[in-house]
């Protein structure tokens, strides 16, 4: 993978957690021009770029989208992801208008149950060897 500033758009994701794991196979899925790539918040490369950002090394509970030098979190960054996806996805940037407060509220609610919800695995996601070139690792 190439330098942290040649990456178009890079996803941080808890990479223990079956949802965020579940959501980045998801957006694999929709990102037909390879616009993402991957690592998880508990990666050498993730946990730099949270220092690197002023996010503490131990937020765990969000998504981070890395894009043009600028970062987003939680909702605003899943929104984000959305606008970037094939097919209809794109139309979920409506939801912008509905100011971060209620936006994150919902997000956050998700986040605090999801180990309950969806299960936790033991380890970070292995990908296959199709998709390891869309994963950072250092």
């Known amino acids: 993978m190439g330098s942290v500033s040649s ?3 890079v ?4 990479g223990v957690c079956n949802l965020c794991n579940g959501a ?23 946990q730099i770029q949270l220092k ?4 503490s090394s131990d937020e765990l509970s969000t998504i981070v989208l ?6 987003f979190t939680k909702s605003t960054a899943a929104l984000e992801i959305a ?10 940037y409506f ?6 407060l209620i936006r994150n509220f ?18 970070c996601m292995i990908p296959t060897p199709e998709l390891k070139a869309r994963f950072i690792e250092i």
């Open 95 to 100: 939801f912008r208008i509905v100011p971060p």
């Open 52 to 55: 690197q950002y002023g996010l």
């Open 66 to 71: 890395l894009k043009d030098g600028r970062i």
């Open 24 to 46: 980045v196979l998801f957006v694999i899925k929709r990102d037909k021009k390879v616009k993402f790539s991957f690592a998880s918040l508990q990666s050498s490369f993730g």
């Open 7 to 9: 990456l178009k758009q």
């Open 83 to 92: 606008k970037n996806l094939d097919g209809l996805w794109p139309a979920f």
């Open 106 to 123: 919902v997000y956050d609610f998700i986040a605090q149950n999801r180990y309950r919800w969806f299960g936790k695995r033991e380890a």
């Open 11 to 14: 996803i941080l994701f808890d």
